[in-house]
Nanobody, 116 residues
């Protein structure tokens, strides 16, 4: 099992920045990729960014050029740097990890609110 804990959400004005962090614990050596999803009220959960072990990051079109995902393998962490935030980025952001068997793990989520 993998446990994920997110931090770094909050309230920010449009155009501002936030950095989300996620720490993995448990069976971290089985992790094959990590990423971030988000879910806004009344909407389906959507992929924001993901990065496989040693691979290239993949971003949703809506965040390309504004968000950057990165990993610290030594600390079992994944980050999401969010710049030029827009009100439509408001959502609960969830950290995600996939293990070698294709099992998904998700954190409790952190709220990001962007005011106009």
């Amino acid at each position: 099992q993998v446990q994920l804990v997110e931090s770094g959400g909050g309230l920010v004005q449009a155009g501002g920045s936030l950095r989300l962090s996620c720490t993995a614990s448990g069976s971290i050596f089985d992790i094959r990729g990590m990423g971030w999803y988000r879910q806004a009220p009344g909407k389906q959960r959507e992929l924001v960014a993901t990065i496989p072990n040693g691979g290239r990051a993949v971003y949703a079109d809506s965040v390309k050029g504004r968000f950057t995902i990165s990993r610290d393998y030594a600390k079992s962490m994944v980050y999401l740097q969010m710049n030029a935030l827009k009100p439509e980025d408001t959502a609960v952001y969830y950290c995600n990890a996939v293990n070698r068997n294709g099992i998904d793990y998700r954190g409790q989520g952190t709220q990001v609110t962007v005011s106009s």
